[in-house]
Each structure stands twice: as structure tokens, then as C-alpha cells.
């Protein structure tokens, strides 16, 4: 909320985090109400539009200078968050379910869920748009399958039972998961149980898959399945590792974008070099107009400068012939399409530096460089456990820092707080023990806040990891 203070000389405003001086938003991961559709984006230009109108001389925000002259600031401000939100929304018409658009390319099959890309390369048909299927079937009748979720187990059966009697299909070799977020493997457990595939992924996705109550990165599989949480990976990829599979040679390399722990697994087959890309873009190559990106959400670890950029200029590099996005994209002739969305990566960075306050965006942008390992402790059933605290300095010289974990009564830290410093462009790692006592006063989960202290500037209580206690009887 904004206080309005009035006299006859001067209109004052007490504006909380609304803006920071220099017309520039004083956060973003708390700006992110929703999975980059800009709910809470819409909300701030709201509140700056009446804010506005109130005629104020002189504001006063709980970060940065005192703004006078603060009408015109805010007009400013109003008119940089409409500009911004054009660059930051998907770069792509979402609820277009036009199949010209979505996928110009694949033909229909005699299984009704599945159409054919190229003779070897099948995927989920027009039906069942936004699901998660693909998969290459060599000349022997082996299959890998390319993620796969949000369709009902008894599909899949019928799409297998197809593949068989239609295209020769007879082992189901592994599946592969392209990054972390769970509607990519909810049918991992049924692939690995009913037809013996193997779970394979990058390395550094791995964690992710099987233990994803330990993060509190957005659209792990523990929020998509009531008890899945985390299913084992059989074999794990190195970024850049070869695997030759049936006759073919099949390229892993790390591909940041939507998320950190993503992937790209690209090969040539049937005379195309097709590259299988996750969520990292989506739309129609045909249309100028598209840029392709998915949603910029902080909380999927996303840096701009190590996520996005790094990724479309990774594609634009490779130059496939024809790229598969998850949820049934199939983008042919991607060239141009790829160059608009590597120059809306380097746009969409500066936008943020722009808008956010600092020499550093990342420090307003990044809800990860004070972090806890494990994210959820559990203290139900063992009286003490392990967490491990990364502090990360994104400045060019060392960086010191004080943290203090607000616990509550019965809940001791060793250390009791984290005092240190870290060398330039890297992160440091702390263990600390949790311990509880008999004389705990609360019970169930509780959040622990991490108050922070930067250079000997006062942070705040920005982050937090859970806890769990015993339940009173």
C-alpha cells in the first residue's frame, strides 16, 4: 500500500516497494504473481496509473532517495513498465491452437494420438496439443522416447499397441527428459515399469528428477502428482557427451533458457538435423512477427546472460533444419526464426538492467544467491540435520556478508549465523547444523527467513527455506 500525507503546501506519498528512485522496479522475483503471463506486472502499472493522478509532489520509497518531482516520475515509470511488458510477455500467440502454427509439418497415422515428422520421428498429434510425447524408432524396432506426461497412462498404452502393429516398434530403450520441470517425465514411472525404459538425462538435471522437494524452483514434479516425489534416474549425460544409439549419433549438450537445468539433444536423421529443445521456445518460424521465447520466471533460475542468451545463441550456432519444442511444436526452416529470438534475449537483458536498480540486476532479480540446501529440512522424526547455505557475489571484487537464520524457540543453528566473504563472479558454501530441542514451542512447517547483510548494508529477510517439526500430540 501507498499512505498519502496531504497539507495545503505539499502532496507527500509513502510508497513501500511500489518504485525505487529512478523510476525502476525495486525487485523482480516479487513482481512474479504467475508463470510469466505479468499478473503482478499488471497490478504495479495499476497502482503507479493511480498513484499518478493523485498529484503528488514528493514521494518517499523504503528503498533509494527521496523522489521529488514525483507526477512526472511516476508518468515515466508507467510509460517504461508498458514498454518493458511488450519485450517480457511470450514472444508467441499461446492460445492459438491453430495447427498452421503449432505444427506445419507432421502427417496423420493410422494410430489416431500419433503423427509421423519424418519417417523414423513420430509425435503426438493435433488432439492432444500441450502434451509431452515424442519418440524415434530405428529400423530394428527400438524406441527412444522424447519426455512425456500430462495425457493419461491408458494413452500411452494405446499409442504403443499402435507403434507396434503400424511401424514395427519393439523395445522402448529409455526416455529422455529435456529439463526439470515434472509435466516432462509424470509418465516416467509407468514407461520404466510397463516396458522396462530407461530414465536418462543430463547430469545436472538429475537432482532435480529425483529429488525435487529438496529445491524451490518452480514446476517440479512434486507439484504436478499428489506423492510423486522424484523418480530414479538410470543414466546420466555429461554437457557435450556422444551417445550412440541404434544407428544413430545422438549429440547431449546443456541448454540453458526457460531454466538452468535444461538440455538439448539434437542428431541428424531421415536427411534433417532436428534438435529437441524442452520449453525454450515455441511458435511459428513463418511469422515475423514471433520471437519464440517462453515465459521469463525468475524462480525456474534463469539469468538472462546464463540462461537465454547462452541458449538461442547456442541454437542459432547449431542451425537445425527443423526444431522440436515439447507440448506438440514442430518448428520447421528455423533460421530467421532463431536470430529474432537470440536479439529479443539480448533486449530482454538489457530491459532488466534498465529496469532494475544497481550496477547488478542479477541481485534484484536472481531469488537464488542466497540459497538453502536442502530447501525443506526435516525435523519430525531426526532431532538435527544438515543444511547447506550458497551465497553467491556477482560483483567484480570480493564481496563480505553476514546471514542470521530466524528460528524459532527449540531450534538451534551451528553455527548460529554465517559471517564471511566471497571472491569475485563465484559462490561460497556453508554447512549448518539444525538441532531441536524438548522444548520446542511450534509445531508442523515453519519458514526460516535468512536475514541478510551485504558490504555492511542492511538486506533484509529476502529469502528463507522450510523446516519441519514434530506435530503436538
Known sequence: MTFLLRNKEIHCGISGSLIHEGAKITNWFDTEWDYGFGKGLDAMIQSIHELKNENLHLLLPSHGSTIPSATKTLQQYEDKLIEFRKLYIRGYPVYDKSIALRDPVSQSTPIPHINQVTPHLFKLSHLHQGRNFCILISDRGHGLILDCGLFPAEILEEIILGLREHFGLKKIDAFWISHMHGDHFLLGPTLKERYGAKAWTLDRIVDRCEHPRRYDYAALVSAYGDGFDGMLIDKAFRDGETIQWEDYTIQVDWMPGQTEFGCCLWLDIDGKRVAFTGDNLFGSPSDPSQTG?????????????????????????????????????????????????????????????????????????????????????????????????????????????????????????????????????????????????????????????????????????????????????
Open 293 to 473: 521465447h517462453e515465459a521469463v520466471v525468475c524462480r525456474n533460475s534463469c539469468i538472462l546472460e546464463e540462461g537465454y542468451i547462452l541458449g538461442s545463441d547456442y541454437l542459432r550456432k547449431l542451425k537445425p533444419d527443423i526444431v522440436m519444442g515439447s507440448h506438440s511444436y514442430v518448428m520447421p526452416n528455423p533460421e530467421a526464426f532463431l536470430e529474432r529470438y537470440h536479439q529479443w534475449s539480448l533486449e530482454m537483458a538489457s530491459s532488466f538492467r534498465s529496469m532494475l536498480p544497481g550496477e547488478h540486476y542479477e541481485y534484484h532479480f536472481d531469488p537464488y544467491w542466497v540459497s538453502a540446501y536442502p530447501y525443506r529440512v526435516d525435523l519430525s522424526k531426526e532431532s538435527c540435520s544438515e543444511v547447506t547455505i550458497s551465497v553467491r557475489n556477482f560483483l567484480e571484487t570480493t564481496q563480505k556478508h553476514h546471514i542470521d537464520f530466524l528460528l524459532p524457540d527449540g531450534v538451534t543453528a551451528t553455527p548460529s549465523s554465517v559471517t564471511g566473504e566471497v571472491a569475485a563472479n563465484s559462490r561460497r558454501e556453508y554447512r549448518v547444523v539444525l538441532r531441536r530441542t524438548e522444548t520446542i514451542k511450534k509445531n508442523g512447517v515453519q519458514i526460516i527467513p535468512m536475514d541478510i547483510t551485504l558490504d555492511q548494508q542492511k538486506k533484509g529477510q529476502l529469502f528463507d527455506f522450510l523446516i519441519r517439526l514434530p506435530e503436538t500430540q
